[in-house]
């Protein structure tokens, strides 16, 4: 069974960096999009940083010129570089795999990480 394994979070100040990593195992299958997504208590679970299949990219406002997404070329990790930390950013983050739909009938799968707490100190 696929699963996916994010590491990298921590306890940082502002200002600072941190780089997520989320590690995918098991038959995926072809990947649609690649994301980050992040939830704090009483809040729902925004999208913060996505890459498709082709490679585009898309960022939620509030962390543009601020984080990266990338991947590796067999799409199997995918990472969330995050510079100029903010306490607002403080949040669990949890990476998301969505794969392609390819027959009716056939839905794509959807993969979520076990999250992992970033938290920004002011």
């Known amino acids: 069974q696929v699963q996916l394994v994010e590491s990298g979070g921590g306890l940082v100040q502002a200002g600072g960096s941190l780089r997520l990593s989320c590690a995918a195992s098991?038959?995926?299958?072809?990947?649609?999009?690649m994301s980050w997504y992040r939830q704090t208590p009483g809040r729902v679970r925004d999208l913060v940083a996505g890459?498709?299949?082709?490679?585009?990219?898309n960022y939620a406002d509030s962390v543009k010129g601020r984080f990266f997404i990338s991947r590796d070329n067999a799409r199997t990790t995918v990472y969330l570089q995050m510079n100029s930390l903010k306490p607002e950013d403080t949040a669990v983050y949890y990476c998301?795999?969505?794969?392609?739909?390819?027959?009716?009938?056939?839905?794509?799968?959807?993969?979520w990480g076990e999250g992992t707490q970033v938290t920004v100190s002011s």
């Open positions: 998301n795999v969505v794969t392609e739909t390819v027959a009716v009938g056939m839905s794509g799968m959807e993969y």
């Open positions: 098991g038959r995926i299958g072809d990947v649609k999009s």
């Open positions: 890459i498709s299949r082709g490679g585009r990219t």
